[in-house]
């Protein structure tokens, strides 16, 4: 017995309710542990965030796949939690320090992070909550976090094990410092923006009388960056460069600090470039550190000439004026740095080369440097510029772990979808650097190693192992630094199921079937996952990756908070509900592409869903109510057994869709079933014919449309699915999946779809001519198929009801005017005479094809234009392009208007 339903559709009135519902009855895991499992791992977000567009994509497409297996009988697992986000969190909480005029350093490194701990328990949960919104059906019941002790100890374990087998150690090298947060960080924290900079031109002058070949005894370097020729330590030129081949291996001696340093012969020098001379400051710059390297510089060799803050400190050899000792590396709060006394110390000297640049008169004037704008580093939390440093940091030989996963990707044991995404991924991994996971933060995995009085370093699970390792009596203190953020997170398909322990779920959903994520933590999250797998466990950690793109502005834009075009996704839910917001993330993410925001499609959906509510009330005021039966229901009636076959179909289509992954085609293929088949169509066919076979074939086809629907708009077809009938033992989120027992009838396909095509060509030509929708018409069809006399026979009524023709003869049509339509393969003639004026439809036609036409022409002539689609502002040629596709339909559509008056 269905109950009926409110006139409107709400969907804040019924999403809570049934998400609550669906948690307190364990229904995100249902027992089944019998059942083939089916996994997948959410990407644990920060611990600090809160749900943005990106998330509401990524989680969408998730719980599509988990709901869609769920409903095919499998234990679904979806494992959920969240990330200690190292520097994130410690930020957050130090906020909350300085703003009581309190600091981190005011305690000790246990209180503080039982500080941080007492904030995760307080406000850590915001994005688990918010994830519920969105629908997710998560196991919240063994809700994961990279911190939980099951989980540290499987980090611990994994560095003991990798130190043990040499593939981490501790190394000096370049890594990208954070000066405020005096931390290293990962290049995804890194971004990079354009900043107003100079160019300086310096003069090195050549040891020992040398000279170039055209008698110059100096030679031109150029830096955006002049204080870090307080620890340069040589320069390079191109080896086939002719200008400077006469003094390779000779020395400069630098300004200010009288440095001896070789001119060497390196590939990285461009002789295109400016004088095609580089000065080669290895402990401050990335490329000038593999200079170094192959210059023959060991990295303990390579000078500092910066500590933590970035502030001057004095180079190994003792070099630095110590008027430059304790500057800041540049201007900061108004206070010249060291880039600004080197550049007035070089001038000086008479070692900078001035700029000469024009006024906008033509006239001459000499400028210290060139302005340019420069592609500058900048850590994303401490906001500050990035500082290439050198230090001692624990690595990882990610190349060597790097072998198994190419490898898995190569044979296929690894799908990466879109596989155009594969060459990135070899490309990145067959050139990977060693991976730095060292972090000089509190908060996070303490690396497990200990040292003695002479540094010699001990690694081990527990202090006590390490003691041991070194001898009773050896004082030991352990390392400061913790892991790197992603180093654990690379544990997270197996750690969350209770590795190194051999439990039940391990054994049960590791590996796991599929892991959905974003193209940009490809090489950070993803990658290192492969490796991590193959390492601890020798399996890949499951055998799909699926890469989404990224959710843009309308304008097509990088959402930035900066920019001001962040759109909120609980604003969305808000406003059009969450089922909306799912489908549209579902119907808009095709493979290899990135999406563009557009509230009206959202809205769109949210419509969509109130014409399946709409079209559940018409259900229940003409007695339809839950099917009983899995299979289709018998069916004798021609239209009944067509939207039997259409379901058929539709599951076909959508099973084929999601084992592809193809999100779009699978959202789209149930949108058109719902809206076009059922809704427009099937109803509209049965109205006024509710026999117990009609009641028994439409309850059963929207039960399938609830079931196939439900992956996607979870809310709405559980609510509507509970409301056709009595099965409170039988929710739909644990209901089985379409399985119709039937096959399409082809007789029944045949006639229905000849009467659709029908009554969509004579509504088309009534609109394209003018024609009031319900002016009854007759038609005459003077060779008719065998098919177009059953369907007319069986189906005047419907005929006359949908398509307002009140006969159709098997004859010719009467001279005069008159239009013609086609239904499958037969032509149909329609008198005119009386209904409109022909010759003036006609001259309206023609007019508005003429104008249509023109502007078409004129349109497409702009976009030709590369100065117009190069130049323009991004939306006006969006519009030209919309407007240019318009008028191209406007003219095929009045063609044929015209064509069908003959």
Known sequence: MSTELP??????????????????????????????????????????????????????????????????????????????????????????????????????????????????????????????????????????????????AAVTKTFVDLYNDGLIYRDKRLVNWDPKLKTAISDLEVETQDVKGSFWHFRYPLEDGVTLADGRDYIEVATTRPETMLADMAVAVHPEDERYASVVGKHVVLPITGRRVPIVADEHADPELGSGAVKITPGHDFNDFEVGKRAGFKPAEMLNMLDGEANVCQTADDLVPEEFLGLHRFKRDGVDGARELVVQRLKDSGHLIPHIAKTKKGEEQELDAEPRTIATPFGDRGGVVIEPWLTDQWYVDAEKLAVKPIEAVKNGAVEIVPKSWEKTFFNWMENIQPWCVSRQLWWGHRIPAWYDAEGKAYVALTEEEAQAQAGEGAALTRDEDVLDTWFSSALWPFATLGWPEQTDLVAKHYPNDLLVSGFDILFFWDARMMMMGQYTTGQNPWPKLYLHGLVRAADGQKMSKSKGNVVDPLGLIDQYGADALRFFMAAMESQGRDIKM???????????????????????????????????????????????????????????????????????????????????????????????????????????ILVMLHPFMPFITEELWSKQGDRADYPLITAKWVDPQAEVDAEAKAEIDWLIALTSAIRTAKNELGIAPGAKLEAFCPAPSALAKSVVEANAGAIERLARLTAIHFAEAPAGAAMQIAAGEDALVIPLEGVIDIEAEKTRLSKALEASAKEAKSLEGRLSNANFVERAKPEAVEKARADHAHHVAEVARLEAALARLG
């Open 598 to 704: 557009d509230d009206k499609r959202i809205e769109g959906y949210r419509n969509f869903a109130t014409k399946l509510w709409n079209a559940t009330r018409f259900c229940q005021s003409n007695g339809i109510g839950a099917s009983t039966s899995i299979a289709a229901p018998k069916a004798t009636h021609a239209v009944n057994r067509w939207i039997i076959g259409e379901v058929v179909q539709t599951k076909q289509a959508l099973d084929a869709a999601l084992a592809d992954l193809r999100f779009d085609a699978a959202a789209n293929t149930i949108y058109h079933f719902v809206w076009d088949r059922f809704c427009d169509w099937y109803i509209e066919l049965v109205k006024g014919n509710f026999d117990e076979e009609t009641k028994a074939v439409a309850g059963w086809a929207l039960d399938q």
């Open 7 to 152: 006139t409107t559709f709400d969907p804040a009135a019924i999403e809570a309710r049934w998400y609550a519902h669906w948690e307190q009855e364990g229904l995100f895991r249902p027992e089944r542990p019998d059942a083939q499992p089916y996994t997948i791992v959410n990407p644990p977000p920060n611990v600090t965030g809160s749900l943005h567009i990106g998330h509401a994509l990524d989680n969408t497409l998730q719980d599509i796949m988990i709901r869609y297996e769920r409903l095919r009988g499998k234990d679904a697992l979806w494992v959920v939690g969240t990330d200690h986000a190292g520097i994130a969190t410690q930020m957050v909480v130090e906020r909350q320090l300085e703003a009581k005029q309190d600091k981190r350093t005011n305690y000790s490194r246990e209180d503080f992070v039982a500080k941080v701990w007492e904030w995760k328990e307080e406000s850590g949960g915001t994005i688990t909550r918010q994830l519920r919104r969105l629908g997710c059906s998560m196991d919240w019941r063994r809700e994961q976090f990279t911190m939980d002790p099951h989980f540290s």
